[in-house]
């Protein structure tokens, strides 16, 4: 039996009612938000994606135990945000709502020392993320200011501050488009690592991480942060031969002690690239001065708890415009009806 006009215009009007309902809300990747740490090292842009979102992170902050997080928030257009610090198990470990741009700061006192993300929300979506690490150590290091391509050289990093010996002490070169990490030895009190000769001339940037055994997005989670020193590798004048070509990434060779990719965050602890990342809707916000937690699963993923209001990206216009073609005709064959 041929449907009739009124009854195919409310089965338009019902797909049309689900459309709207099930139309993906999805807040856009390319934030204009910010959050800048006082205290935050330049690393290796980097892409992680968290609940589908993708974040670009650059940088990774640092802070005292037992001392304060100083931040700026920059929202342009906003009146209200939140920000919350998550530590390296996603459990939500301080937060504020402001309703201005400017400076933030979390007192951390009792925190223990570790990898921390600050992640700010706007009307409950996370827009802006910012890895930091939380540090009990003091770390001082003896590395050269300048060196010759081809030539070999130590880095020396003297640990303090902390009773807690590392699980694991890394050395990290970047010249700012990529980074290559090697392990640092302890040797007579200190940590020490050799860098080969492989290293093709330029400028690169230098620091020193602590890690522990807890594992943080696949790495091992960062304790301490170095500040930042430059080493800078002299072309060798006595070398007269023909280039070989385009250094590439900055090396002439892979070196054998080369670990892996920085491990930058994670974040920061070692910030992985294009992590999915688990569910973390259960994540709860401590109260601001609470820094009693409870225990949830591993790798941080960090949460709003708000209610969420975001835009779509459009993925349901083919099927709105077959629907509206379709009320369209059950309009035209109900006035055919009528005119009968």
Same mark, same amino acid.
Request: hydrophobic share 30%; net charge negative.
């Given at each position: ?10 089965v338009?009007?019902c797909?049309?009612?689900i ?11 390319d934030?204009q ?9 330049d ?7 968290i ?37 390296? *198990?996603?459990?939500?470990?301080e937060?504020?709502?402001e309703?201005?741009?400017?400076t ?8 223990t020392?570790?990898?921390y993300v ?7 979506v996370?827009?802006?993320i ?11 290091v003896?590395a050269?200011?300048?060196?010759t391509?081809?030539?070999s050289?130590?880095?020396e ?15 990290t ?9 090697f392990t640092?030895?302890?040797d007579?009190?200190?940590?020490? $690592?050799d860098?080969?000769?492989t290293?093709?001339a ?5 620091y020193v991480?602590?890690?522990? *055994? ?11 942060l170095?500040s930042?020193s430059i ?5 060798d ?7 070989g070509?385009?250094?590439g990434?900055?090396?002439e060779?892979?070196?054998?002690e ?8 994670n974040?920061?602890?070692t ?11 259960? $994540?709860?916000?401590?109260?601001p ?8 699963p ?10 969420t ?17 379709g009320? $369209? ?5 109900l006035?055919a009806?009528?005119?009968?």
């Amino acid at each position: 039996m041929m449907m009739t006009a009124r009854r195919a215009m409310v089965v338009v009007l019902c797909a049309l009612l689900i459309v709207s309902g099930t139309v993906p809300l999805i807040a856009s990747g390319d934030s204009q938000y910010e959050i800048t740490v006082d205290t935050e090292i330049d690393t290796p842009e980097r892409t992680i994606t968290i609940e589908g979102q993708s974040y670009t992170v650059a940088s990774m902050g640092k802070a005292p135990t037992e001392g304060e997080l100083t931040f700026d928030v920059d929202t342009p257009g906003v009146d209200r945000y939140s920000v919350h610090l998550y530590n390296s *198990d996603r459990q939500i470990v301080e937060s504020t709502r402001e309703t201005e741009d400017g400076t933030v700061s979390f007192d951390t006192s009792g925190y223990t020392s570790g990898s921390y993300v600050l992640v700010v929300s706007v009307n409950g979506v996370q827009q802006v993320i910012q890895p930091v690490v939380i540090t009990d150590y003091e770390i001082d290091v003896d590395a050269p200011t300048d060196v010759t391509a081809g030539s070999s050289f130590t880095l020396e990093a003297m640990l303090s501050g902390s009773s807690t010996t590392p699980e694991h002490v890394a050395v990290t070169l970047s010249n700012g488009t990529w980074d290559t990490q090697f392990t640092a030895s302890e040797d007579g009190g200190a940590y020490v $690592a050799d860098i080969p000769g492989t290293l093709a001339a330029g400028e690169y940037s230098m620091y020193v991480t602590t890690h522990s *055994d807890n594992e943080f997005n696949g790495q091992k989670e960062v304790t301490g942060l170095s500040s930042v020193s430059i080493i800078t590798v002299n072309a060798d004048e006595s070398d007269t031969s023909s280039g070989g070509g385009d250094a590439g990434n900055g090396a002439e060779e892979t070196p054998d002690e080369t670990v892996t990719d920085s491990a930058a965050t994670n974040e920061s602890p070692t910030v992985t690239t294009t992590t999915s990342s688990p569910d973390t809707s259960d $994540a709860t916000p401590a109260e601001p001065t609470d820094k009693t937690t409870t225990t949830e699963p591993n790798a941080i993923q960090p949460a709003d708890t708000e209610t969420t209001t975001t835009e779509t990206t459009a993925p349901g216009f083919p099927i709105l415009g077959f629907a509206l073609l379709g009320l $369209a005709g059950a309009w035209m064959q109900l006035r055919a009806g009528r005119r009968e």
